[in-house]
């Protein structure tokens, strides 16, 4: 049996947890969306990644200048540290991880270039060759 003061600390710990992920954002804001070519109309491009691939965030959100992995923000102050890297600012995206977290749409499937660990999105895994490896999908979005 668990003491009064095992229990009130344990308590606390579950009310500090809670503080600290309601901290969190959620869509629209999380882990950009890579697209190959250009962004939706629907999105703000962020730049490129690696060519042609570019960072996209839904329309209305920022992408702070800086960032190695785009996240997408309500403002220009890098969120990073508000950012949970288990969800895409696009809830319908699924998250990858090859060196760190990205996303790519639900229609499309997620690769890794062996030699430079650079990522990117697909919609058609048969133009891809030995120099890629596939990634699994880590989050699935809703």
Wanted: net charge negative; glycine share 6%.
């Amino acid at each position: 049996m668990l003491c009064r003061s095992t229990w009130s600390l344990l308590r606390r710990i579950y009310y500090l947890s809670f503080e600290i992920m309601s901290d969190l954002l959620s869509s629209p804001y999380g882990l950009s969306v890579r697209r190959n070519g250009s962004c939706l109309s629907t999105e703000t491009d962020c730049g490129p990644t690696w060519s042609p691939f570019h960072a996209c965030c839904p329309n209305g959100t920022k992408c702070p200048k800086g960032q190695g992995n785009v996240k997408c923000c309500p403002s220009d102050a890098d969120c990073t540290e508000l950012v949970d890297n288990t969800h895409c600012a696009n809830s319908t995206a699924n998250v990858y991880k090859a060196k760190g977290y990205f996303c790519c749409s639900s229609d499309t499937s997620a690769f890794m270039n062996k030699d430079t660990s650079f990522v990117g999105c697909t919609d058609d895994i048969s133009d891809l060759d030995d120099t890629v490896s596939l990634l699994a999908i880590r989050y699935h979005g809703t």
